[in-house]
């Protein structure tokens, strides 16, 4: 099968993809998030100049940049889309499932002139810089490679409608939560160890697992004791070998862990927390509300979930780098969030709409072909489809189509419908 066969399939899986995600927007709206899927996928870049090039309509790029630039400023467009991603991703949200909160920045170092930009930690040159933060949730099974992106947010507390990064940990929550009816268990790092965060997931029923700092004081047989003093008393019932890739790399790690019993102050509800050793030179501390039992497997499905979370680290650099976010280069706030949300469109696509279909497995292989990748693909496979998509559409020389799917979706059987 030939590159430009394999492009029209490919085109036409975006067209579908993409009405899932516009549903209820209105017709413009839906051209536009069409349109902006392609043209991520197509220059894995979230440059609009890049984007209109790839349309390559018969008018001058500059009116194409002008229409895409006010249609992306629309309002209620990100939030419209997050919820069908939402919606479409959440049936493959198990009661196990693990849902990933993920804290993390862009930094526009040389901007200027970009709306509500806010102090961010510069990885590059390790210090406060511009830039804007970033929330994510990224559904993910603890014996399964396959992960399932479900929202994502672009803010800054410069903005006016800012009022905490709790308040935004908690819309992301009920908005996955709307959709899952509280299947699911989160996981979060070090960062929410925190009141703020921990009672209203417990208020609202939500299991977690939460790492601890280890100051929090917590009552532990009737006493309030720090968490750190308590997994110092904690025995290590259980012993395990575990393996995990670092780079390029596999380092071993002989870790024992156990677990305590504890609540919340002012809190009657049961939580546990598992310490493990092994990690590094202080013992790791996850707290959890999720019902434990004196065994191996028990505990131990506790300690992989978390593990789980430092592999969901790959699907924020999958993002970043596919498709080359810090090179975002909107003005204004409004464009800025609802451009993130539809590269979490463009990674949905790549992650799940092509990978977990059977009937699309053939345009996953040619994509892999297509991405060339000298010593093999890679575990994290996604990096190598954002990279065969980006190929496959290398040489293509075909029009893009205007013609926008109506609203609700057509129904009409395809050779390659999902």
């Known amino acids: 099968m030939n590159n430009s066969i394999i492009a029209e399939k490919m085109k036409r899986q975006i067209d579908i993809f993409s009405g899932k995600l516009s549903k209820g927007v209105p017709k413009s709206g839906r051209r536009l998030i069409k349109e902006a899927l392609y043209g991520i996928q197509v220059r ?82 390790h210090k406060i810089g511009d830039g804007y933060w970033l929330m994510q949730v990224v559904g993910a099974e603890i014996d399964e490679i396959k992960i399932t992106p479900l929202y994502g947010k672009l803010y800054s507390q410069d903005a006016p409608d800012y009022e905490s990064e709790n308040k935004e940990i908690l819309a992301g929550v009920d908005s996955v939560t709307a959709a899952t009816e509280r299947r699911g268990i989160w996981v979060m790092d070090i960062g929410g160890d925190r009141l703020n965060l921990l009672e209203p997931l417990l208020n609202r029923e939500q299991r977690f697992i939460i790492r601890q700092v280890g100051q929090r004081h917590v009552l532990y047989r009737g006493k309030l004791l720090s968490t750190k003093s308590i997994a110092a008393r904690c025995k290590m019932r259980y012993a395990e070998r575990v393996v995990k890739e670092e780079g390029d790399k596999e380092k071993i790690y002989n870790i024992e862990y156990g677990y305590q019993k504890l609540q919340l102050p002012g809190n009657t509800k049961q939580l546990y927390m598992v310490v493990i050793q092994g990690f590094g030179a202080e013992p790791m501390m996850l707290l959890t509300n999720v019902a434990l039992q004196k065994s191996r497997k028990s505990l131990f499905k506790i300690v992989v979930s978390y593990i789980r979370r430092w592999q969901i680290e790959d699907s924020i650099r999958f993002m970043k780098q596919s498709y080359n976010l810090e090179d975002i280069r909107l003005l204004t706030y409004q464009r800025l969030q609802n451009m993130l949300v539809l590269v979490m469109g463009a990674m949905y696509f790549a992650c799940v709409w092509l990978g977990d279909r059977l009937k699309l497995n053939i345009l996953v292989h040619h994509a892999l072909q297509s991405a060339k990748r000298l010593f093999g693909i890679p575990d994290f496979r996604y990096y190598a489809i954002a990279d065969g998509i980006k190929e496959i559409f290398a040489g293509y020389r075909g029009k893009f189509s205007k013609k926008i799917l109506p609203n609700p979706l057509f129904t009409q059987v395809l050779m390659f419908d999902p």
């Not at 500059?62 to 069908?84: A, H, M, P, S, W």
């Open 44 to 125: 894995q870049s979230v440059r609009l100049t890049e984007i209109c090039r790839a349309l390559q309509e018969p008018i001058s790029l500059k009116k194409t940049e002008d229409r895409l630039c006010y249609q992306i400023n629309r309002k209620g467009l990100g939030k419209k889309v997050t919820q069908n991603m939402i919606q479409e991703g959440s049936i493959r949200v198990e009661d196990d499932t693990l849902l990933i909160i993920d804290l993390s920045d862009i930094s526009k170092k040389y901007a200027k002139k970009m709306e509500y930009m806010t102090g961010v930690h510069d990885g590059s040159d």
